[in-house]
Each structure stands twice: as structure tokens, then as C-alpha cells.
């Protein structure tokens, strides 16, 4: 079973900094471009970032200019490095792999989530 495995979540102040992680199998990052979503309490996830295989990044409005994903192709991990935290950013965040099995097949595959609180 392929397993996604975040980790770096925790309980942090408005206008401070985290970095999550999220390691993948190699036969797994390799072909996958990454992406960070997250989940608010009572609300529906969302997508917040994505990293391409090639390195080519974007972000949701909501976490532009302040959150930034990278990927180190060495260690198969893909982090996602928050500033500026806000407690809007409070939530589950769950790492995606977008794989690409084939030429026509594309999967995902995630993470259990971790879970990041911003207080006020």
C-alpha cells in the first residue's frame, strides 16, 4: 500500500512559521507532481499548492506570498514552509501525490494528514 506520510504540523501563534514534510516512496514522487490541500473545521478541503515534477509551483490566493512548496527529488519529499500563519490557516493539511502511472493514467494517492492550529 502506498503510503503518503506528513509530518511538522503542531500548534503555532498568528504571524509565526511552520514547515510540514511529507515523505513519499521514490517509485512514487518521481512521477508525480505534489500538492498541499487543507481542511478548516466544518469546512470542505481545499487545494492550497502544487509543485510539478519539473519544479513549477502555484498557489491558491489564500497562501500566496506567504506559503511556499519545494520538493527535494533526493529524499523523495515534498515541504511546504508557511509564514505568516493566520488562524483562518488552521486546519488538517494533507499531502497529494498526483501520479502518473501510464501515459493515460493518473492516480492519487495521500497522506493522513496533519494537523496545524494557529491561535489568537
Known amino acids: 500500500q502506498v503510503q503518503l506520510v506528513e509530518s511538522g504540523g503542531g500548534l503555532v501563534q498568528a504571524g509565526g512559521s511552520l514547515r510540514l514534510s511529507c515523505a513519499t516512496p521514490g517509485s512514487i514522487f518521481k512521477l508525480s507532481d505534489m500538492a498541499w490541500y487543507r481542511q478548516a473545521p466544518g469546512e470542505q478541503r481545499e487545494w492550497a499548492a502544487l509543485i510539478t515534477r519539473g519544479g513549477s509551483t502555484n498557489y491558491a490566493d489564500s497562501v500566496k506570498g506567504r506559503f511556499t512548496i519545494s520538493r527535494d527529488n533526493d529524499k523523495n519529499t515534498v515541504y511546504l514552509q508557511m509564514n505568516s500563519l493566520q488562524p483562518e490557516d488552521t486546519g488538517v493539511y494533507y499531502c497529494?501525490?498526483?501520479?502518473?502511472?501510464?501515459?493515460?493514467?493518473?492516480?492519487?494517492?495521500w497522506g493522513k494528514g496533519t494537523l496545524v492550529t494557529v491561535s489568537s
Open positions: 497529494n501525490a498526483k501520479t502518473k502511472e501510464s501515459l493515460i493514467r493518473r492516480v492519487d494517492y
